[in-house]
């Protein structure tokens, strides 16, 4: 009789937890390089049979015999644990052969990490009330740096850093970057002023494939093997690295379809921009017979999409809830594409400029700073085909004419026209009569001011223009 074999599966959950604790970028950067081994490294420890998905703290295996199996359900939650403290290791497993095709197997699995992910896991980190903690993380500490009082966390990323591995740089610049252009502070990446970007992206209807592809384990694990091929290409080629210069951008996570980015916030709508053009030109060339094949898409289409969402934050800001709001963005971004177009929805991104001392539900958000009457400030998505309307090219040929003498007025014109929007739209509309008659060059403000679907650009371009050319040092 044949032996049975086992389709493991693992979640690693609290990541972002875990790698935006502090706003120390070289904890970050330790933080980021540990995530990185977690899946592959740590997981290799326990593994014979065949790997399916290795990344981004997904993992799916295949074991050819129950011990090993056993084994790593045993050993992996606690390995990852010590390697990582504050992450925590869901697991599930189904044995193959009671499915009609791997495809039921990987979605009884997927149900069964759901139940797991649920069930609340109890901290390794615990220590009592007399125990000396850390000023930045309030949890106990196990060593002295300096000043400094290190919980096991930062220890372990500090250390991480120190060794002087940057996996995760190799991998999104290439293997020959030299590590005195690599970006260890965050001052090495704010310029003209203090705005940073956290931007976070990742592939739209993984799921639809995932049904489609994932009946056959080698299709799946070809399909896996892939898409994270085309993730990396894609920030590659979105990114070109100077000569002599800091890279201003700091990769945090990279793998499978998510990419998640600390960087100067002057570039960070074209680095997106450039990202999510190349996710679909790599998807393209490489999955592009995988998908036409096993007809995902009922339209034919032959490439994956991707959204992103982008949160312009000061660097003092705290990070994890810069990545909170990016995520946010993110789906945002995701639902209003399904709602307006088919699978696959179109790529395209959100932005918001925290102007606040905390981050809410984007909704509330939107609710306070982004309404004013029955008007919208929240004129997003925009959408990388310039046939999809709002496109982000149209977002930065208006952000660049308010770059000038001219431009400097009609940013004036538009602070005010948004501030007599707030008090009543009848008086916002006698100040936009009373500005068409004074500007030579009136074509922006009047597309800008244009009330259509009771929605406007001009926050957008008001924001983002105070990002890309205000020096404030």
């Known amino acids: ?122 901290p390794i980190q615990l220590g009592l009330m007399g125990i000396k903690r850390s000023n930045k993380t309030g949890l106990p500490s196990v060593e002295i740096e300096g000043k400094d009082y290190l919980d096991g966390a930062t220890l372990k990323k500090r250390k991480r850093e120190r060794k002087g591995l940057h996996k995760l740089c190799d991998k999104f610049f290439d293997k020959n970057v030299s590590a005195s252009k690599i970006a260890f502070d965050i001052k090495d990446i704010t310029s003209n002023n203090d705005w940073i970007a956290i931007i976070h992206a990742d592939g739209n209807g993984l799921g639809q494939v995932v049904q489609k592809v994932g009946k056959d384990s080698e299709k799946f694990k070809t399909f896996s093997d892939q898409l994270e091929v085309a993730t990396i290409n894609a920030a590659r080629e979105a990114f070109k690295v100077g000569e002599n210069e800091i890279i201003p951008l700091r990769p945090v996570v990279l793998g499978g379809d998510d990419l998640t980015v600390i960087c100067r916030a002057d570039f960070a709508i074209e680095f997106a921009q450039a990202f999510l053009e190349h996710f679909e030109k790599q998807t393209e060339e490489l999955l592009g017979t995988i998908l036409t094949s096993n007809n995902v898409f009922s339209n034919g289409a032959n490439k994956l999409t991707a959204c992103a969402g982008i949160a312009f934050i000061k660097s003092s800001y705290p990070f994890y809830y810069g990545y909170e709001l990016a995520e946010m963005l993110c789906s945002q971004a995701k639902k209003s594409a399904k709602e307006q177009y088919s699978e696959p929805a179109p790529s395209c991104l959100m932005f918001h400029k925290v102007q606040d001392s905390f981050v809410e539900d984007f909704a509330k ?46 940013k004036s014109h538009l602070r005010q026209w948004l501030s007599a929007l707030h008090e009543d739209q009848e008086k916002a509309e006698q100040k936009k009569a009373r500005v068409m008659s004074l500007l030579p060059d009136k074509d922006l403000f009047k597309e800008v001011t244009n009330l259509e679907e009771n929605k406007t650009m001009a926050y957008d371009l008001l924001s983002l223009a105070s990002i890309k050319f205000i020096k404030t040092k």
């Open 365 to 410: 958000i939107e609710e306070r700073e982004l309404t004013a009457g029955n008007v919208s400030f929240k004129y997003g998505p925009y959408y990388i085909d310039k046939n999809c309307a709002p496109s982000v090219q149209e977002l930065l040929d208006n952000v660049e004419k308010l770059n000038s003498e001219d431009g400097n007025k009609v």
């Open 1 to 122: 009789m044949e032996e049975e074999k086992y389709l493991y599966g693992a979640a690693v959950q609290g990541i972002q937890g875990f790698i935006f604790q502090t706003n120390e970028l070289k904890d970050i950067i330790g933080a980021s390089e540990l995530v990185e081994s977690i899946c592959k490294a740590e997981f290799d420890l326990f593994t014979s049979g065949t790997p399916i998905l290795h990344a981004a703290g997904n993992i799916k295996h295949i074991f050819d015999n129950a011990e090993d199996c056993k084994k790593a359900v045993r050993e992996f939650p606690m390995q990852a644990a010590k390697f990582a403290p504050g992450v925590t290791v869901s697991q599930a497993v189904v044995k193959i052969e009671r499915f009609p095709d791997f495809g039921a197997a990987v979605n009884e699995l997927e149900k069964k990490l759901r139940a797991q992910r649920n069930k609340p896991v109890s």
